[in-house]
C-alpha cells in the first residue's frame, strides 16, 4: 500500500539498464520533457541506481550529460532530482555559505527544519568533506551573537530525538520564557529561547507553546514576532512552525517563493523537491486552505516551459 502523503513513489517493474537506455535516447534526440518525465515517473532511490549503468554503458557520467542539455531553472531542477536528499541538503549549504555573504534564508530554513537524524547526517558528510571547515565551524564563521549559537547547537547536536514528552517541564518551561522577555537572560547556556528551542523535541516544544500561550495570552509566535528582530528571529520562528506544523510551514516557503514580482526559483524548487517523498500531497492542502487555491495554480502562473511542467509533474505524482 501506497502512502499518500507524497505524489512521488517507488515505481513498479523498475529497470536501471532500461531507464538509462530511454535517457539517454532522449538525450540525444533533444527531447528535453521526455527526460525530465522519466526522470519524475521514478523515485530517488531509483534514480540513483540509474546513474551506475547509464554510466558504464554510454561512458560518462549522467549528472554531466544532463547539465549539459538542460540549462536555467529546468537545470537546476532536474540536477536537484538527481541527488539524494542528503547530497542534496549539503549542495545547498554549501552554495548559501560559498564566497562573500551568506544565503542566511537558506541556512534558517534547512538547519531549523531538518529533524535531528537528519542534521546529524548532514553535519557528519559536510565534516568528512571539508575535514578542514567542518560544518559546526564554517557556520560560526558566517553568523554572530545568539544566531549563531542556535545554529551551532542545532549543526552539532544539541536537540532531543526522542519523543517523550513532561507536562511539569512544559509549564516550567513556558514560565521560563515568559519571564525571560526579549531572552536578554545569560546563563552558562545562554538564554532560555535558545536553550529550550534549540534542545527539546518538537512533540515537547508543542507543550511549551501551549503552557506559555495559557500563561500570557497570545501565542508563541505573536511574542518572538515582538521580542527579536532579524535572523535570530527567522530562525526561532522557523523552529517553531516546524514543530508544530510542518506541513503548514512548508506550504508558507512555497507561497513566499512565488509572492509579489519574480519568483524565488531555487526555494521553489528546494521546498517542491525535498518534500516530493515525504508529505507534499499533505502541503498542498494545506496550500489549498491558506491561499484558496492550488499550488499548481500558482506554478502554472509563475513559471514556464520544462521547468513549470516538471514541477507540475512531481506535484502529481507518479503513479
Known amino acids: 500500500m501506497t502512502s499518500s502523503y507524497y505524489p512521488i513513489h517507488e515505481k513498479p517493474g523498475f529497470e536501471a539498464d532500461a531507464y538509462a537506455e530511454k535517457i539517454e535516447r532522449a538525450l540525444r534526440n533533444g527531447e528535453k520533457d521526455t527526460v525530465a518525465k522519466l526522470i519524475v515517473d521514478i523515485n530517488n532511490a531509483q534514480r540513483q541506481k540509474v546513474k551506475e549503468p547509464y554510466r558504464i554503458r554510454y561512458g560518462k557520467e549522467l549528472l554531466q550529460a544532463l547539465d549539459k542539455k538542460f540549462s536555467g531553472d529546468a537545470e537546476t531542477l532536474i540536477l536537484a532530482l538527481m541527488m539524494s536528499p542528503l547530497e542534496y541538503d549539503l549542495e545547498q549549504l554549501e552554495k548559501a555559505m560559498k564566497g562573500l555573504g551568506t ?46 549559537d542556535l545554529l551551532v547547537a542545532l549543526v552539532t547536536g544539541s536537540k532531543d530525538n526522542g519523543q517523550a514528552t513532561n507536562d511539569a517541564q512544559a509549564h516550567d518551561d513556558a514560565v521560563r520564557l515568559f519571564a525571560d522577555g526579549k531572552g536578554k537572560f545569560k546563563g552558562a547556556d545562554g538564554s532560555h529561547f ?11 516544544l508543542r507543550k511549551v507553546f501551549a503552557e506559555f500561550e495559557k500563561l500570557s495570552g497570545q501565542n508563541i ?4 514576532e515582538k521580542e527579536f528582530s532579524g535572523d535570530l528571529r527567522a530562525a526561532y520562528l522557523t523552529i517553531v512552525r516546524a514543530s508544530v506544523n510542518k506541513q503548514k510551514f512548508f506550504a508558507t516557503q512555497l507561497h513566499n517563493s512565488m509572492k509579489g514580482l519574480g519568483t524565488r526559483e531555487n526555494d521553489l524548487i528546494r521546498a517542491v523537491v525535498a518534500r516530493s517523498e515525504v508529505d507534499l500531497n499533505l502541503i498542498k492542502e494545506e496550500y489549498k486552505q491558506l491561499y484558496g487555491k492550488p499550488l499548481e495554480d500558482h506554478i502554472k502562473g509563475d513559471t514556464s516551459g520544462v521547468f513549470r511542467d516538471t514541477l507540475l509533474n512531481i506535484c502529481a505524482g507518479n503513479l
Open 194 to 204: 535558545l536553550h529550550i528551542l534549540a534542545t527539546q523535541n518538537m512533540y515537547q
Open 103 to 148: 544565503d542566511e534564508a537558506v541556512l534558517i530554513e534547512i538547519i531549523c527544519s531538518r529533524t535531528p537524524d537528519q542534521l546529524k547526517a548532514i553535519a557528519a558528510h559536510y565534516d568528512k568533506k571539508h575535514e578542514k571547515a567542518p560544518l559546526a565551524k564554517t557556520v560560526a564563521g558566517d553568523t554572530s551573537g545568539e544566531f549563531k
Open 221 to 224: 509566535e505573536n511574542a518572538i
